[in-house]
Structure formats: structure tokens, C-alpha cells
């Protein structure tokens, strides 16, 4: 069965940095584009970003919201079915519960059918 | 950014009821509408795509209807295991977007 177990999660100061971690198991990981999603508590879902099946590095593959673009990267790695989201420059604003979400196709133009059940990011002084 | 607007906020309806929840696009979306269910402490559930396709798995008393910047989620006769909290999310434009929800409580 699809499992996406998020990791990574916790409490960091303002500018200081983070890595989430979204292991995958039970489908092939190198077909699927992998987004994450984050909840701030007590409000809404919103997208944060995407990565396509081949992660290539020339951006063309990878897309931000706009309040995160330059603070945040996402990437891949299909040897070991993780895909990963470096966040820098912490706001409090970001403080949030993280989803990873599978995009039912390879190039992440689509919707979401399987999703994790979510990391907690603090950021707070 | 393609803002999409759910109605109402907070449905109150009594089990066996029927519940009708709207979603709004700014713009067009065609039909690349996906709803989601949101249960307290859980993550989404894929409940209807490409507008009106119920995801695997996904009872028939849920159906999805709409197209271009109208939408709407119908809940037939609502059980116990329904009242969550409902997203609409576009998936036509960069960046997707979500509704702020629409929340389904027992009367």
C-alpha cells in the first residue's frame, strides 16, 4: 500500500533553517511528482510546492508558491524514495503542519491521491 | 493566483440530510477541480477529481458537479463518518490553489 511518512519537523528560531523529509514506499517512487502542502493551525490547506518524476535541476521541473520562492528548495532522491524540502530563512508564518502528497502523475500538473500524515513546524523565538 | 471561494463556511445538517457545498474559481479552471475531505488531526482525502470522478475507494453518496468557475459538492444522505471539513483545489493554473473550506457540522 501507499505510504508517505514525513520527518523533519519541529521548533526553530526566525531565519534559522529546516529540512523535511518525506519517505515513500509501496509504489514506484521515480514515476510520481511529489508535492508538499502545508496547514497552519486552525486554518486552510495551501500548496507549497512541487518536484516531477526526473527532478532535474535546470528548474524547469520544480515549482514554488510565491511566498517561499528563495527560501525554499525541493528535491528528490529516487534511489532512496525521499523527497526532501529545505527551508531557510524561517518566518513565523511558516510555522505549520507539512503534508507531502503524491500527484497522480509524473509531472505534477495534477491533483493529489495519496498524502502523509504531516510534520509540525514551530518557528518561534 | 487563481482564488477559489467555498459556501458557506460552517453547514449544519442532520444525519441522513442531504449537504450542498459550493466552490467558486476567479477564473476559469475547466474542469480540473479535485474536492478533499479533511477529518480533525488527519490528512486530506482525495474525494472527487476532473470535477465530478469519484477517487477509488469513494462512496457513491458523493458527487461532484460544475465546470469553467462553478462547482459544487453533494453529499446525498449524510452519515456520521461525513462531518469534516471540505476543500476545493484548482489544478489548471501555477500556483494551486485551495478554498478555505467548508465545514460540515451536526445540527
Known amino acids: 500500500q501507499v505510504q508517505l511518512v514525513e520527518s523533519g519537523g519541529g521548533v526553530v528560531q526566525p531565519g534559522r533553517s529546516l529540512r523535511l523529509s518525506c519517505a515513500a514506499s509501496?509504489?514506484?517512487?521515480?514515476?510520481?511528482?511529489l508535492h508538499w502542502v502545508r496547514q497552519a493551525p486552525g486554518k486552510g490547506l495551501e500548496w507549497v510546492a512541487v518536484i516531477s518524476y526526473d527532478g532535474s535541476n535546470d528548474g524547469s521541473n520544480k515549482y514554488y508558491t510565491d511566498s517561499v520562492k528563495g527560501r525554499f528548495t525541493i528535491s528528490r532522491d529516487n534511489s532512496k524514495n525521499t523527497v526532501y524540502l529545505q527551508m531557510n530563512s524561517l518566518r513565523a508564518e511558516d510555522t505549520a503542519v507539512y503534508y507531502c502528497a503524491r500527484d497522480i502523475g509524473g509531472s505534477g500538473y495534477f491533483y493529489f491521491d495519496y498524502w502523509g500524515q504531516g510534520t509540525l513546524v514551530t518557528v518561534s523565538s | 493566483e487563481i482564488v477559489m471561494t467555498q459556501s458557506p463556511a460552517t453547514l449544519s445538517v442532520s444525519p441522513g440530510e442531504r449537504a450542498t457545498l459550493s466552490c467558486r474559481a476567479s477564473?476559469?479552471?475547466?474542469?480540473?477541480l479535485a474536492w478533499y475531505q479533511q477529518k480533525p488531526g488527519q490528512a486530506p482525502r482525495l474525494l472527487i477529481y476532473g470535477a465530478s470522478t469519484r477517487a477509488t475507494g469513494i462512496p457513491a453518496r458523493f458527487s461532484g458537479s460544475g465546470s469553467v468557475t462553478e462547482f459544487t459538492l453533494t453529499i446525498s444522505s449524510l452519515q456520521s463518518e461525513d462531518f469534516a471539513v471540505y476543500y476545493c483545489?484548482?489544478?489548471?493554473?501555477?500556483?494551486?490553489?485551495f478554498g478555505q473550506g467548508t465545514k460540515v457540522e451536526i445540527k
Open positions: 477564473q476559469s479552471v475547466s474542469s480540473n
Open positions: 483545489q484548482q489544478y489548471n493554473n501555477w500556483p494551486r490553489t
Open positions: 509501496g509504489f514506484t517512487f521515480s514515476n510520481y511528482a
